[in-house]
Antibody
């Protein structure tokens, strides 16, 4: 069974940094692209970033480009999101999601974690 | 960037009703269109992939259609567990991906 467990969320002041992690199990992690998707309180889904199996293809939403960095450690079956220069509008539940295309970057998310909450406030 | 626009934003319906949700892309996305369901307090769930493919375990009352810029999600006979928020999502412009703003389906 695929499991994705996010961690690292919390309360942080504007302008500070936070690093999210996603621990994956139940599938061969290094064969699949992974993504971060966020959802502000009471709002819709927003794709944040994605990374393919070997980190050769990486994408960011315009709203986070230049501030957030996605990475992965295939040896540790883990996905990361380094978030710098955080703003109030980054407040959201951050989901880790698995892409279903093996060795690709298809953008179809077939498994999701339960999310970790990031609150940016002074 | 490709924008995805869903209509309606919210919808009230009764158990047993047939419901259709529309998603329009700002440019052609071929068949790179997925649908997700999100129940309150839960993570999203993939329902339909590549316009009309039914994800494993999803009931056959869900169906999708369309191509190019206009797409629809249809629920043939609403069940109580179907009351949720539905999102379309395009994966044509990878690595960038965009979701529609969501359609909230409520019980009448």
């Amino acid at each position: 069974e695929v499991q994705l467990v996010e961690s690292g969320g919390g309360l942080v002041q504007p302008g500070r940094s936070l690093r999210l992690s996603c621990a994956a199990s139940g599938f061969t992690f290094d064969e699949y692209a992974m993504h971060w998707v966020r959802q502000a309180p009471g709002k819709g889904l927003e794709w944040v970033s994605g990374i393919n199996w070997n980190s050769g293809t990486i994408g960011y939403a315009d709203s986070v480009k230049g501030r957030f960095t996605v990475s992965r450690d295939n040896a540790k079956n883990s996905l990361y999101l380094q978030m710098n220069s955080l703003r109030a509008e980054d407040t959201a539940l951050y989901y880790c999601a698995k892409d279903w295309h093996i060795y690709g970057y298809g953008g179809t998310f077939d498994n999701w974690g339960q999310g970790t909450l990031v609150t940016v406030s002074s | 960037d490709i924008q995805m626009t869903q209509s309606p934003s919210s919808l009230s319906a009764s158990v047993g009703d047939r419901v259709t949700i529309t998603c329009r892309a700002s440019q052609s996305i071929s068949s790179y269109l997925n649908w997700f369901q999100q129940r309150p307090g839960k993570a999203p769930k993939l329902l339909i992939y590549a316009v009309s493919g039914l994800q494993s375990g999803v009931p056959s009352r869900f169906s999708g259609s369309g191509s190019g810029t206009d797409f629809t999600l249809t629920i043939s006979s609403l069940q109580p567990e179907d009351f949720a928020t539905y999102y379309c999502q395009q994966s044509y412009s990878t690595p960038k991906i965009t979701f529609g703003q969501g359609t909230r389906l409520e019980i009448k």
